[in-house]
């Protein structure tokens, strides 16, 4: 913390510049497609305001395609949100349905989203998707699916709780990306290095934990696969997307105060993107 808080400047200057670096032009030439196509995994009958907030961010900073795989009772919700999603009601919950029928279930589950997954620049899994045993276990096999296809995946929310009760899903892979809070932390710290958080050895532990945000890895990676840029594509896209979001969120509590919600932020992305690299 020391090292960060005596060179903010710099590190605030280096994240602009990587920004930068992998934000694709608007050039006419491109067509719909080509800045990204993102899905959300996540939004349960409990919890339809995160995958929302998710899907939505994307195509706020450019993204041309969003979907969202949800549950049935949840699809409804978020598609009154915004009419730009595409929402696939595909998930189903325990209470729902019979336990002789859940393997029947979940395999028509994996086959549709077969049908869409190597479509997909990168995968958000975990936003509003709850706990639901079966539901867990179908996101699993998802999730397995996505690592089959190479697709990079970004883990929050909920796919935390998955992730730090099945590591397999995200060891060794790396294009898995995930944001804990300081609570998840402490769990995935707990779960993989059998210790509580240190903070005098905090960054020993966060690389420990590393070697046991969407839209950015999507063109982070199309930037590298040019040979545009030389270091981690996703590390690229992690940088990328703190800076944005640092800015976007300073910008809403400019206006709101302690009044600011996470819509604000969001309607502040498009501002901050503009002001990062002006068109």
Same mark, same amino acid.
């Given at each position: 913390?020391?090292?960060?808080?005596?060179?903010?400047?710099?590190?605030?200057?280096?994240?602009?510049?990587?920004?930068?670096?992998?934000?694709?032009?608007?050039?006419?030439?491109?067509?719909?497609?080509?800045? #990204?196509?993102?899905?959300?995994?996540?939004? %349960?009958?409990?919890?339809? #305001?995160?995958?929302?907030?998710?899907?939505?961010?994307?195509?706020?900073?450019?993204?041309?395609?969003?979907?969202?795989?949800?549950?049935?009772?949840?699809?409804?919700?978020?598609?009154?949100?915004?009419?730009?999603?595409?929402?696939?009601?595909?998930?189903?919950?325990?209470?729902?349905?019979?336990?002789?029928?859940?393997?029947?279930?979940?395999?028509?589950?994996?086959?549709?989203?077969?049908?869409?997954?190597?479509?997909?620049?990168?995968?958000?899994?975990?936003?509003?998707? #709850?706990?639901?045993?079966?539901?867990?276990?179908?996101?699993?096999?998802?999730?397995?699916?996505?690592?089959? %296809?190479?697709?990079?995946?970004?883990?929050?929310?909920?796919?935390?709780?998955?992730?730090?009760?099945?590591?397999?899903?995200?060891?060794?892979?790396?294009?898995?990306?995930?944001?804990?809070?300081?609570?998840?932390?402490?769990?995935? $710290?707990?779960?993989?290095?059998?210790?509580?958080?240190?903070?005098?050895?905090?960054?020993?532990?966060?690389?420990?934990?590393?070697?046991?945000?969407?839209?950015?890895?999507?063109?982070?990676?199309? %930037?590298?696969?040019? #040979?545009? $840029?030389?270091?981690?594509?996703?590390?690229?896209? %992690?940088?990328?997307?703190?800076?944005?979001?640092?800015?976007?969120?300073?910008?809403?509590?400019?206006?709101?105060?302690?009044?600011?919600?996470?819509?604000?932020?969001?309607?502040?992305?498009?501002?901050?993107?503009?002001?990062?690299?002006?068109?």
């Amino acid at each position: 913390m020391q090292s960060v808080m005596t060179s903010g400047p710099s590190l605030e200057a280096d994240s602009i510049s990587i920004f930068r670096s992998i934000l694709p032009g608007l050039e006419s030439s491109k067509h719909k497609g080509q800045a #990204g196509k993102i899905a959300v995994v996540g939004g %349960c009958r409990e919890y339809t #305001g995160a995958p929302y907030f998710s899907a939505i961010s994307a195509l706020k900073i450019g993204a041309d395609l969003s979907h969202v795989f949800c549950t049935k009772d949840a699809a409804p919700v978020i598609k009154s949100y915004s009419p730009e999603l595409i929402v696939h009601p595909i998930l189903e919950e325990s209470y729902s349905i019979r336990d002789e029928d859940k393997s029947s279930i979940s395999a028509k589950v994996i086959a549709e989203v077969e049908k869409w997954m190597e479509r997909f620049d990168c995968l958000v899994v975990g936003p509003g998707l #709850g706990r639901d045993p079966f539901l867990l276990d179908c996101v699993s096999n998802i999730m397995k699916h996505a690592r089959e %296809c190479n697709v990079p995946m970004v883990i929050d929310g909920d796919g935390l709780y998955l992730v730090t009760n099945c590591l397999d899903l995200v060891s060794g892979y790396p294009l898995a990306v995930l944001t804990p809070n300081l609570n998840e932390y402490k769990r995935l $710290v707990q779960k993989v290095l059998n210790s509580e958080v240190n903070d005098e050895n905090g960054t020993d532990q966060l690389l420990s934990l590393a070697k046991g945000v969407a839209v950015f890895l999507s063109w982070a990676r199309q %930037c590298a696969d040019k #040979g545009e $840029v030389s270091m981690n594509p996703t590390i690229l896209g %992690c940088v990328a997307g703190s800076a944005l979001l640092r800015k976007a969120a300073s910008m809403a509590f400019d206006n709101k105060k302690r009044s600011t919600l996470t819509g604000d932020i969001i309607e502040c992305l498009g501002r901050s993107l503009q002001e990062i690299c002006p068109v």
